[in-house]
């Protein structure tokens, strides 16, 4: 039986966030660049969930994680407003 454990989370967290500075890095399409950030902060809530699951932090991580997705909506309306009156 295959356990999941924090390795693992932390392997699917570094290869989102590689992913996502070489989005930032490689195109020059501003929404690219907005998805690529996307990814960073999407490995950061990966991050954030397996270290209060695993490190029994309580509900912290759910909390910080739940503040960073608002923030990825704001900055990709923000990014998106922008790049629409350009």
Known sequence: MLHVGL???LTVSAFLFSFGVYAI???KNAVMVLMGIELILNSANINFVAFSKFGN???GGQIIALFVIILA???AAV???IV???
Do not use: D, Q, S, W
Request: aromatic share 12%.
């Open 7 to 9: 390795t693992h989370f």
């Open 25 to 27: 890095v490689t195109r």
């Open 57 to 59: 932090f309580g509900l």
């Open 73 to 75: 909506a704001a900055e």
């Open 79 to 81: 990014g998106l407003a």
């Open 84 to 86: 629409l009156n350009i």
